[in-house]
């Protein structure tokens, strides 16, 4: 239903709002205007010939110099001078073109300087004028106001010092004294004694001897050695066969009982006695002046 209302809204806003096609106006042309040329400013003249003199002379204030310069447009000669304080005269010749600028400096004359003297100051009298008389002024004796009457005030009476307050004695306070308590006192324990356990003793296993192998003769001839001397190894098997003889020849050795077995057994015997470790009584508390007291 809504969706009916909605349609035919847009129906009626279409109906009352016709379409009306975008309107292609044809583009202005304007002619271009027409201005009149411009044209850059440039430096760039031809050399041409040229020559110029000028010099100053002014005597009252000391000024004295000039300048002249003369080109062919392509070389520029010149000199300047200029007279300096010190009365010399200080000339500069150059020349100018396309390597450069080359000057020649040099100066005319000696150096002279003026002995200083100082100003004339001309002693003027100062002038003496007549001292003025003035008559002396005659000014009315001022009157003043009779001086004004003040009340006299009487310093005021405070009251008399107050006595110093007395505060009570209260008696120091006695605390009642309480006896100790008494601890009950326990007898030391007194532990088991268990026997040292004793240890079986192994005898020494007896070791079987063997014969002596018999190994056959050897019937290779070796070579005379004359580089080096025989071999170590050879000399550690002879040493290990000789001692293998002196074992096989021995005597056969007796049962010995060891001596770490005897002193165990000793000790299982000594640790099998019981210990009897002896109590102390306890100690009585010496007793105080408060136990005395209570």
């Given at each position: ?50 020559a110029f003199d000028w010099a100053v002379l ?25 007279v300096l304080p010190d009365s010399r005269k ?53 009157t003043y106001a009779p001086k004004p009457a ?145």
């Open positions: 239903m809504k969706l009916l209302i909605i349609a035919a809204l847009a129906v009626v806003a279409l109906a009352e709002n016709p379409y009306y096609p975008k309107p292609n106006y044809p583009k202005p042309t304007y002619p271009a205007p027409a201005y009149p040329p411009s044209y850059e400013k440039s430096y760039d003249y031809p050399p041409m010939p040229y002014d005597e009252p204030s000391y000024n004295d110099f000039g300048h002249k310069e003369t080109s062919d447009g392509k070389v520029v000669d010149g000199t300047y001078y200029v200080q000339v500069v010749t150059y020349k100018a073109d396309d390597y450069g600028y080359v000057a020649d400096v040099k100066y005319e004359g000696e150096a002279k300087y003026d002995e200083y003297k100082p100003a004339y100051k001309p002693a003027y009298a100062p002038p003496a004028y007549p001292k003025a008389s003035y008559p002396e002024p005659a000014y009315p004796k001022p003040y009340p006299s005030y009487s310093p005021p009476a405070y009251p008399k010092a107050y006595p110093e307050p007395s505060y009570p004695s209260y008696p120091k306070p006695s605390y009642p004294s309480y006896a100790p308590p008494a601890y009950p006192s326990y007898p030391k324990p007194s532990y088991p004694s268990y026997p040292r356990p004793a240890y079986p003793s192994y005898p020494r296993p007896a070791y079987p001897s063997y014969p002596k192998p018999s190994y056959p003769a050897s019937t290779t001839t070796e070579a005379p050695v004359t580089e080096a001397p025989a071999p170590v190894v050879e000399k550690t098997e002879e040493v290990a066969v000789a001692v293998a003889d002196v074992a096989v020849e021995a005597e056969p050795i007796t049962k010995v009982e060891p001596v770490a077995e005897v002193a165990v057994e000793a000790v299982a015997e000594v640790a099998a006695e019981p210990v009897v470790e002896e109590v102390a009584a306890p100690v009585a508390e010496p007793e105080t002046a408060t136990d005395a007291s209570a």
